[in-house]
């Protein structure tokens, strides 16, 4: 590093071409949407962050309510119990693809914040290559084991066609979703959140307009909600591939492509035990849908309503998350170790204020909310409403668990480890489990309702602990900076 004394040696054409530059890069990143985290308050820049995804999310939620909504006001309550029955299958495979980007874009935002380009696009190359051969296994397996994995759920004979037909659909599309998913993680490695939420925005409306004409003007039924879904999430994918192709940065060379053992492993070591926490997560969720499949259509209609919400609840959760993770990721690669940490101080209060505010609103407003999703014969519906409100009642005043699991588990991924995070999964797994097959027998179906809770308390204190044994460690380590480096000209926004 050049002294003072040395500085003021240097011509001063030196320091005016470097602000030059400095300006240019920033309108370039500005231009691009592309933003580093490295600089400026941590609270602005991560609500600056997460509200264009919260906003994304809100119309992502779309998707899945108003498939629930239409088909469940204008096809009835057997076909929404169908939605219920493929839901857990649906997720499962989603997870897969959202944990194997999420971890992908780990080792992008690290080499972005260390503002080394070349290796950022190797691992896009890289990146790209893998996506595609998990879109072959999961597609192809899609179609494979959704009969199967219905039938081993137990899924009510009446219920079963309608799932099955979703689930076929929905697995037809997964080269659209991994698409999407895959570049809207890139963009928010890059500190890009606006885009993914343009391109959301667009894939929704879509999704409400073809839900409409597909369900209540064709009459195609579960069908008809599939292919709204399915059309919408081609939609938002051609629109973040527009957008990656404009981020200058990015030289993705043909070389990039082909996969080299040390980088490939070092992608999936970050992509495989996420996607595995997923999965993992999902086989609990898949043992609680047995449970709760042999209760009947009534009371699965009713779990269905609620889990419709359950991403609502979870908006704000996700949100944070993602930001936290590519604010983690930026600064670590930057190896300001202060900064994170107060970073996560600020990211933790605002999370936990949103989740209390959301789960009032749902104490208040739920049963209005769940009205959206449930007609047909009253007794009917009044036996599924109150099944769903006392579910969303009990999620909702445990709210700041999931919130706080969602905050520290974003952290461990953006410092690079997804192992914690995986075993923090297969906690969730065994307590969900557990919960399930254990508490009803001694509270009946009352105990089925808190599968969910127990396996957020579990999953949380594991990742909580492990959060701050790790800053610990690497506090300790040299090449660490422990204060943030003076910015000059301010600290930007």
């Not at 790209?128 to 009510?156: D, K």
């Not at 839900?211 to 064709?218: C, R």
């Amino acid at each position: 590093m050049s002294s003072k004394k040395g500085n003021r040696n240097l011509p001063s054409s030196y320091f005016f071409a470097r602000k030059i530059c400095e300006y240019v890069e920033r309108g370039r990143f500005m231009a691009q949407r592309i933003r580093s985290m490295t600089e400026g308050s941590p609270t602005r820049l991560l609500i600056a962050f997460a509200l264009p995804l919260m906003v994304g999310n809100v119309f992502q939620q779309l998707y899945t309510v108003v498939d629930t909504a239409v088909v469940g006001q204008f096809v009835g309550v057997s076909a929404l119990a169908s939605l219920g029955a493929a839901d857990s299958p649906n997720w499962g495979v989603l997870g897969i693809i959202q944990g194997l980007t999420q971890g992908f874009s780990i080792l992008m935002a690290q080499h972005f914040g260390a503002k080394d380009y070349r290796e950022l696009s190797r691992a896009v190359g890289h990146s790209v290559s893998l996506c595609l051969v998990f879109t072959v296994l999961l597609g192809v397996g899609g179609q494979l084991w959704a009969e199967p994995l219905l039938r081993v759920l137990n899924t009510p004979e009446d219920v079963l066609p309608g799932a099955l037909l979703y689930l076929r659909i929905v697995y037809g599309g997964i080269p659209a979703i991994m698409a999407y998913n895959f570049l809207s993680a890139i963009l928010r490695a890059l500190g890009d959140a606006k885009t993914p939420l343009y391109a959301i925005v667009v894939a929704a409306l879509l999704n409400v307009v073809l839900d409409l004409v597909f369900v209540v003007g064709f009459h195609w039924g579960i069908a008809g909600a599939a292919i709204a879904t399915v059309v919408s999430q081609v939609a938002s994918a051609v629109y973040c591939f527009l957008n990656v192709r404009r981020i200058s940065l990015l030289q993705v060379r043909v070389s990039d492509l082909r996969l080299e053992k040390r980088l490939s492993l070092t992608l999936l070591k970050l992509g495989f035990p996420m996607a595995l926490q997923n999965a993992i997560i999902a086989v609990g969720s898949m043992v609680v849908q047995f449970v709760i499949n042999g209760y009947g259509m009534l009371f699965l209609a009713g779990f269905t309503a609620t889990n419709k919400l359950y991403g609502i609840l979870e908006i704000a959760a996700t949100s944070y998350g993602f930001a936290v993770t590519s604010y983690v990721g930026q600064n670590l690669g930057a190896r300001l170790m202060r900064r994170i940490k107060k970073g996560l101080r600020s990211a933790a209060l605002i999370a936990l204020v949103t989740s209390v505010i959301i789960g009032v609103a749902m104490l208040v407003f739920g049963r209005l909310v769940l009205g959206l999703f449930i007609s047909g014969d009253p007794q009917q519906v009044e036996a599924s409403m109150e099944i769903a409100y006392h579910y969303l009642s009990i999620m909702s005043v445990c709210l700041p668990i999931l919130y706080m699991l969602h905050i520290y588990r974003s952290a461990l991924m953006g410092l690079g480890d997804t192992v914690v995070p995986m075993f923090s999964g297969f906690a969730e797994m065994v307590v969900r489990i557990g919960v399930a097959l254990l508490l009803p027998i001694w509270m009946g179906q009352e105990g089925i309702y808190y599968a969910e809770v127990g396996a957020w308390t579990a999953a949380a204190i594991i990742l909580v602990t492990a959060y701050y044994l790790r800053m610990g460690a690497l506090s300790r380590r040299k090449g660490f900076a422990l204060d943030e480096p003076k910015q000059e000209g301010g600290t930007g926004a």
